[in-house]
Protein backbone atom coordinates (compact mmCIF):
# COMPACT_ATOMS: atom_id res chain seq x y z
CA UNK A 1 0.00 0.00 0.00
CA UNK A 2 1.31 3.73 -0.34
CA UNK A 3 2.32 5.33 2.64
CA UNK A 4 3.33 8.66 3.55
CA UNK A 5 6.05 8.86 7.14
CA UNK A 6 6.56 12.36 8.46
CA UNK A 7 9.85 11.18 10.64
CA UNK A 8 9.31 14.10 13.05
CA UNK A 9 5.93 14.27 15.53
CA UNK A 10 7.10 17.65 16.86
CA UNK A 11 9.92 20.28 15.67
CA UNK A 12 11.12 23.39 18.00
CA UNK A 13 12.61 25.78 15.98
CA UNK A 14 13.73 29.69 16.78
CA UNK A 15 12.42 32.49 15.52
CA UNK A 16 14.10 33.76 12.43
CA UNK A 17 15.32 30.09 11.51
CA UNK A 18 14.49 27.69 8.68
CA UNK A 19 12.23 25.26 9.78
CA UNK A 20 12.79 21.84 7.30
CA UNK A 21 10.14 18.92 7.62
CA UNK A 22 10.35 15.79 6.08
CA UNK A 23 7.81 13.72 3.81
CA UNK A 24 8.57 9.88 2.82
CA UNK A 25 6.33 8.15 0.26
CA UNK A 26 6.74 4.48 -0.15
CA UNK A 27 6.36 2.32 -3.21
CA UNK A 28 5.90 4.24 -6.86
CA UNK A 29 6.57 7.67 -7.35
CA UNK A 30 3.05 10.16 -6.94
CA UNK A 31 2.88 12.31 -10.14
CA UNK A 32 3.05 15.19 -7.39
CA UNK A 33 2.83 15.49 -3.95
CA UNK A 34 0.93 18.13 -1.37
CA UNK A 35 1.79 20.13 1.68
CA UNK A 36 -1.25 21.33 3.87
CA UNK A 37 -1.50 23.56 7.03
CA UNK A 38 -3.49 22.46 10.13
CA UNK A 39 -3.92 24.80 13.11
CA UNK A 40 -5.30 23.14 16.22
CA UNK A 41 -9.11 22.52 15.87
CA UNK A 42 -9.25 23.21 12.40
CA UNK A 43 -9.33 21.67 9.48
CA UNK A 44 -6.00 21.39 6.69
CA UNK A 45 -5.64 24.06 4.60
CA UNK A 46 -3.65 23.55 1.03
CA UNK A 47 -0.35 25.12 0.63
CA UNK A 48 1.26 23.83 -1.90
CA UNK A 49 1.63 21.04 -4.36
CA UNK A 50 4.62 19.83 -6.39
CA UNK A 51 5.18 17.21 -9.25
CA UNK A 52 7.55 14.63 -9.73
CA UNK A 53 9.04 16.66 -12.99
CA UNK A 54 9.87 19.89 -10.96
CA UNK A 55 12.91 19.71 -8.05
CA UNK A 56 11.98 22.86 -6.40
CA UNK A 57 8.69 24.96 -5.98
CA UNK A 58 8.36 28.45 -4.02
CA UNK A 59 5.67 30.34 -2.85
CA UNK A 60 6.57 33.55 -0.32
CA UNK A 61 8.82 31.96 2.51
CA UNK A 62 7.98 28.78 1.75
CA UNK A 63 9.67 26.03 -0.57
CA UNK A 64 9.16 22.21 -1.43
CA UNK A 65 11.36 20.12 -2.91
CA UNK A 66 11.26 16.46 -4.16
CA UNK A 67 13.86 14.14 -4.70
CA UNK A 68 12.30 10.73 -6.39
CA UNK A 69 15.37 9.32 -6.11
CA UNK A 70 15.20 9.47 -1.95
CA UNK A 71 11.58 9.20 -2.46
CA UNK A 72 11.07 12.34 -0.08
CA UNK A 73 9.84 16.28 -0.30
CA UNK A 74 11.28 18.50 2.11
CA UNK A 75 9.27 21.34 3.15
CA UNK A 76 10.81 24.61 4.04
CA UNK A 77 10.17 28.00 6.13
CA UNK A 78 12.45 30.79 5.97
CA UNK A 79 12.47 33.64 8.47
CA UNK A 80 9.94 31.41 10.81
CA UNK A 81 7.51 33.45 12.76
CA UNK A 82 5.38 32.09 15.96
CA UNK A 83 2.77 32.45 13.36
CA UNK A 84 3.75 29.25 11.60
CA UNK A 85 3.28 27.46 14.52
CA UNK A 86 0.90 24.51 13.26
CA UNK A 87 0.68 21.07 12.22
CA UNK A 88 1.61 20.18 8.43
CA UNK A 89 0.36 17.40 6.53
CA UNK A 90 2.13 15.95 3.38
CA UNK A 91 -0.46 14.05 1.14
CA UNK A 92 0.17 12.02 -2.22
CA UNK A 93 -2.50 10.75 -4.51
CA UNK A 94 -3.59 6.89 -4.07
CA UNK A 95 -5.88 6.17 -7.17
CA UNK A 96 -9.23 8.69 -6.97
CA UNK A 97 -8.29 9.56 -3.09
CA UNK A 98 -5.41 10.98 -1.20
CA UNK A 99 -3.37 9.31 1.52
CA UNK A 100 -1.75 11.78 4.28
CA UNK A 101 1.04 11.64 6.34
CA UNK A 102 0.18 11.85 10.42
CA UNK A 103 2.06 15.27 10.46
CA UNK A 104 4.50 17.74 11.84
CA UNK A 105 3.62 19.71 14.77
CA UNK A 106 5.95 22.85 13.86
CA UNK A 107 6.43 25.15 17.42
CA UNK A 108 8.19 28.69 16.15
CA UNK A 109 9.53 30.04 19.80
CA UNK A 110 9.93 33.85 19.93
CA UNK B 1 -13.20 31.15 -1.95
CA UNK B 2 -14.12 27.67 -1.56
CA UNK B 3 -16.21 27.24 1.60
CA UNK B 4 -16.96 23.99 3.03
CA UNK B 5 -19.44 23.48 6.31
CA UNK B 6 -19.92 21.30 8.79
CA UNK B 7 -23.14 20.77 11.30
CA UNK B 8 -20.99 20.74 14.42
CA UNK B 9 -18.21 21.74 15.51
CA UNK B 10 -18.54 19.80 18.84
CA UNK B 11 -20.98 17.03 19.64
CA UNK B 12 -21.16 15.08 22.15
CA UNK B 13 -23.43 11.65 22.21
CA UNK B 14 -24.13 8.42 24.41
CA UNK B 15 -23.13 4.99 23.23
CA UNK B 16 -25.51 3.64 20.74
CA UNK B 17 -27.64 6.43 19.86
CA UNK B 18 -27.49 7.47 16.11
CA UNK B 19 -25.42 10.62 15.22
CA UNK B 20 -25.66 12.31 11.69
CA UNK B 21 -22.57 14.79 10.63
CA UNK B 22 -23.44 17.06 7.79
CA UNK B 23 -21.36 18.57 5.11
CA UNK B 24 -22.29 21.27 3.08
CA UNK B 25 -19.89 22.74 -0.10
CA UNK B 26 -20.77 25.99 -2.15
CA UNK B 27 -18.54 25.26 -4.83
CA UNK B 28 -20.23 22.89 -7.15
CA UNK B 29 -17.62 19.63 -6.61
CA UNK B 30 -18.23 16.51 -7.78
CA UNK B 31 -15.62 14.84 -5.50
CA UNK B 32 -16.78 15.22 -1.38
CA UNK B 33 -14.58 12.78 1.16
CA UNK B 34 -15.42 12.11 4.94
CA UNK B 35 -11.97 11.23 7.21
CA UNK B 36 -11.75 11.05 10.87
CA UNK B 37 -8.73 11.99 12.31
CA UNK B 38 -6.61 10.70 15.84
CA UNK B 39 -3.44 11.27 17.56
CA UNK B 40 -0.58 9.72 15.74
CA UNK B 41 -2.98 8.21 13.24
CA UNK B 42 -3.37 10.85 11.17
CA UNK B 43 -6.35 11.36 8.39
CA UNK B 44 -7.63 8.32 7.69
CA UNK B 45 -11.28 8.13 4.65
CA UNK B 46 -14.20 6.27 5.85
CA UNK B 47 -15.88 7.26 2.99
CA UNK B 48 -15.67 9.11 -0.40
CA UNK B 49 -18.66 10.16 -3.49
CA UNK B 50 -17.45 11.29 -6.67
CA UNK B 51 -21.45 11.90 -7.90
CA UNK B 52 -24.60 12.45 -6.34
CA UNK B 53 -26.18 8.60 -4.97
CA UNK B 54 -22.72 7.36 -5.54
CA UNK B 55 -20.69 6.18 -2.41
CA UNK B 56 -17.46 3.99 -2.08
CA UNK B 57 -15.68 2.91 1.04
CA UNK B 58 -12.63 4.16 2.03
CA UNK B 59 -10.04 2.12 4.37
CA UNK B 60 -12.09 2.59 7.86
CA UNK B 61 -15.73 2.21 6.89
CA UNK B 62 -16.81 0.06 9.33
CA UNK B 63 -19.60 1.31 11.98
CA UNK B 64 -20.30 4.04 9.49
CA UNK B 65 -22.62 5.06 6.16
CA UNK B 66 -23.17 8.27 4.00
CA UNK B 67 -25.62 8.89 2.05
CA UNK B 68 -25.33 12.20 -1.05
CA UNK B 69 -28.32 12.88 -1.94
CA UNK B 70 -27.42 16.07 -3.38
CA UNK B 71 -24.31 17.39 -5.00
CA UNK B 72 -23.64 20.00 -2.23
CA UNK B 73 -24.06 17.99 0.73
CA UNK B 74 -22.89 14.66 2.18
CA UNK B 75 -23.74 13.13 5.07
CA UNK B 76 -22.14 11.24 7.48
CA UNK B 77 -23.90 8.22 9.53
CA UNK B 78 -23.06 6.78 12.90
CA UNK B 79 -26.14 3.79 13.32
CA UNK B 80 -25.08 3.71 16.93
CA UNK B 81 -22.69 5.39 18.16
CA UNK B 82 -19.57 3.55 20.13
CA UNK B 83 -17.14 5.07 22.37
CA UNK B 84 -13.90 3.92 19.88
CA UNK B 85 -16.09 6.31 17.38
CA UNK B 86 -15.04 9.70 19.61
CA UNK B 87 -12.58 11.48 17.14
CA UNK B 88 -12.27 14.37 14.76
CA UNK B 89 -14.55 14.09 11.41
CA UNK B 90 -13.23 16.37 9.01
CA UNK B 91 -15.16 16.76 5.13
CA UNK B 92 -13.30 17.23 1.96
CA UNK B 93 -14.71 18.36 -1.65
CA UNK B 94 -12.60 18.40 -4.71
CA UNK B 95 -12.71 18.80 -8.36
CA UNK B 96 -12.09 16.22 -10.66
CA UNK B 97 -8.72 16.80 -11.96
CA UNK B 98 -7.92 19.91 -9.35
CA UNK B 99 -6.04 18.27 -6.98
CA UNK B 100 -6.38 20.02 -4.51
CA UNK B 101 -8.99 19.07 -1.14
CA UNK B 102 -10.72 22.15 0.72
CA UNK B 103 -11.93 20.98 4.00
CA UNK B 104 -14.29 21.67 6.52
CA UNK B 105 -13.41 22.74 10.08
CA UNK B 106 -14.17 19.79 11.76
CA UNK B 107 -16.27 18.34 14.28
CA UNK B 108 -15.07 17.02 17.38
CA UNK B 109 -17.44 14.01 18.39
CA UNK B 110 -17.21 12.62 21.69
CA UNK B 111 -19.29 9.11 22.46
CA UNK B 112 -19.80 8.89 25.83
Known amino acids: SQKIEQNSEALNIQEGKTATLTCNYTNYSPAYLQWYRQDPGRGPVFLLL?????KEKRKERLKVTFDTTLKQSLFHITASQPADSATYLC?????????FGPGTRLSVLP | DVKVTQSSRYLVKRTGEKVFLECVQD?????MFWYRQDPGLGLRLIYFSYDVKMKEKGDIPEGYSVSREKKERFSLILESASTNQTSMYLCASSSPGVDTQYFGPGTRLTVL
Open chain 1, 50 to 54: IRENE
Open chain 1, 91 to 99: ARRAGQNFV
Open chain 2, 27 to 31: MDHEN
